[in-house]
């Protein structure tokens, strides 16, 4: 009762100071050459990783701005994300128009080519690292995976749009796609739909929390939402049985409270048991696109500017 007293009480901090502690990057007021963001991450050195619609890739180190295009680096598209920080702080950043999927390790980029990442079209949608390091991309041609030095073509039992990725414990690799979601496990592979199981279909995003419960979050279908399989129990939010402010569930982040952190086609939500609170940066248009937690600071991507939230 007291841990429950006391998470409803860090969710009523953020709901009354969340505008106190916001500042709202945009080209306006600052360096950033593109409102529209599209990814965020942040890496071991906090320097924030800013994937932007039509103007590169964005690297702000708190202080200075710093753009890499294809004039002074391997990013040589537009539509930047996913971007992914690995466990050796390595950045990995997808692009689309041409697809290509770079790495830069701190000191130099390179481009990994379609016949290397064993993907068809180089689309990569997602990416995770597993608790050895192997990393996994999916996207429109399929699963790949690579431990450093090689690049390993995983094979799915049907062709599918890979949107999502989570690994727990090295052995188990959820996909989440258009038609559900395909489970590995015991070297065979398990497909949940809404025809046989009670998910809904477009997985969007996935991620363990920290009881290495399932977190699902859908496309934004008229029974879209949230799923959590917690204990073999299913617990499923969406905006008509909840405070949940929309269906489309684009980003799972989770704090080191455990709350989750959404970001959904309808404003920031907030999540932690069966509480929800979704804030709303204007009064519409409320797109949000990525979130990446650095400790104590909140990194929000939109279309409408970077916000920088503190805890």
């Known amino acids: 009762m007291?841990?429950?007293?006391?998470?409803?009480?860090?969710?009523?901090?953020?709901?009354?100071?969340?505008?106190q502690e916001m500042t709202h990057f945009t080209k306006e007021n600052s360096e950033l050459t593109d409102d529209k963001i599209w990814?965020?991450?942040?890496?071991?050195?906090?320097?924030?990783?800013?994937?932007?619609?039509?103007s590169g890739l964005i690297k702000f180190d708190g202080t200075n701005w710093t753009t890499y295009d294809k004039s002074n680096s391997e990013?040589?598209?537009?539509?930047?994300?996913?971007?992914?920080?690995?466990?050796?702080?390595n950045v990995w950043v997808s692009y689309s128009k041409p697809n290509g999927l770079v790495k830069f390790d701190g000191q130099t980029w390179k481009s990994f080519s379609s016949y290397e990442t064993k993907l068809s079209d180089n689309s990569v949608i997602a990416i995770t690292e597993d608790e050895n390091g192997i990393l996994y991309f999916g996207g429109t041609s399929g699963l790949t995976s690579f431990d450093g030095e090689n690049w390993?073509?995983?094979?799915?039992?049907?062709?599918?749009?890979i949107r999502a990725i989570a690994v727990k414990n090295s052995e188990l690799i959820y996909i989440g796609h258009n038609n559900g979601l395909l489970i590995f496990k015991?070297?065979?592979?398990?497909?949940?739909?809404?025809?046989?199981?009670?998910?809904?279909?477009?997985?969007?995003?996935?991620?363990?929390?920290?009881?290495g419960d399932l977190i699902i979050g859908y496309g934004g279908n008229k029974t879209g939402g949230l799923s959590i399989?917690?204990?073999?129990?299913?617990?499923?939010?969406n905006k008509e049985n909840s405070e949940l402010s929309d269906n489309?569930?684009?980003?799972?982040?989770i704090d080191n409270f455990g709350l989750l952190w959404l970001a959904t086609n309808n404003g920031l939500n907030i999540v932690t048991n069966d509480n929800?609170?979704?804030?709303?940066?204007?009064?519409?248009?409320?797109?949000?696109?990525?979130?990446?937690?650095?400790?104590k600071v909140y990194w929000i991507a939109t279309h409408f500017g970077l916000f920088k939230i503190l805890r």
């Open 276 to 295: 929800i609170i979704p804030f709303y940066f204007r009064e519409r248009g409320n797109a949000i696109l990525d979130i990446a937690i650095e400790d």
């Open 152 to 161: 390993k073509k995983i094979y799915l039992p049907k062709k599918l749009t």
């Open 186 to 211: 015991d070297n065979d592979w398990e497909s949940l739909n809404d025809e046989n199981s009670e998910l809904q279909n477009y997985v969007r995003s996935l991620k363990f929390d920290v009881n």
């Open 2 to 19: 007291r841990e429950t007293f006391s998470i409803i009480l860090i969710l009523l901090f953020f709901k009354i100071s969340l505008g």
């Open 229 to 237: 399989l917690s204990n073999d129990k299913w617990t499923h939010m």
């Open 75 to 89: 990013v040589k598209g537009s539509f930047i994300s996913p971007i992914f920080v690995d466990s050796n702080n």
């Open 248 to 253: 489309l569930v684009r980003d799972i982040e």
């Open 39 to 54: 990814g965020i991450a942040v890496d071991d050195d906090g320097n924030k990783w800013i994937g932007t619609g039509e």
